[in-house]
């Protein structure tokens, strides 16, 4: 009878030490992507400075200028990835219009397979460079499409404050 009742607390502390430190560890390694190896394309966008740069090799070999989140909160802060690369077609007076002509989606916690958030282009040109959007990363049109054309589908990108 004594030997039942201490094997529950035993069982409960190693339980208790499995949610502690392995769970949170798998879900960690799940959620967020390793940093690129430095010769690896990647990008890089600086929310403070409403700026994407693509590096390859250590050079930028691309460079735009982007609106980011009307708020601080509304586009996410950390390591990604493009899971999701989609050319579009805007049609006028349709919500896809606001997307422009490129859909980069990033695998966002919240984002439905790279849905929800993204990097693309824009039907107000006048939004890039100012905080405007409601989370996206918006580019210049022509700016999106030279950049879908240089990346491909995994490439890290690191959002910045």
């Not at 035993?10 to 967020?32: G, H, Q, R, V």
């Not at 009307?70 to 007076?93: A, N, Q, R, S």
């Not at 219009?97 to 980069?104: F, P």
């Amino acid at each position: 009878m004594l030997s039942e009742k201490l094997h529950f607390p035993y069982l409960l502390f190693i339980l208790s030490i499995a949610i502690i430190f392995i769970i949170p560890y798998c879900t960690w390694e799940e959620k967020i992507p390793p940093l690129p190896q430095i010769n690896q394309p990647h990008i890089i966008i600086s929310k403070s400075q409403n700026q994407l740069y693509l590096f390859h090799n250590r050079q930028t070999i691309f460079h735009a200028p982007v609106a980011t989140g009307k708020t601080p909160e509304l586009t996410p802060e950390g390591i990604f990835t493009i899971v999701l690369k989609m050319e579009l077609d805007p049609v006028p007076g349709q919500k896809n219009e606001q997307l422009g002509t490129r859909w980069l989606g990033l695998n966002v916690p919240e984002s439905e397979c790279g849905q929800k958030y993204g990097i693309h282009g824009t039907n107000e040109p006048e939004s890039i460079g100012h905080y405007a959007s409601q989370g996206c990363i918006r580019l210049y049109n022509e700016d999106v499409e030279k950049l879908f054309a240089r990346v491909e589908t995994g490439i890290t990108v690191i959002i910045l404050p």
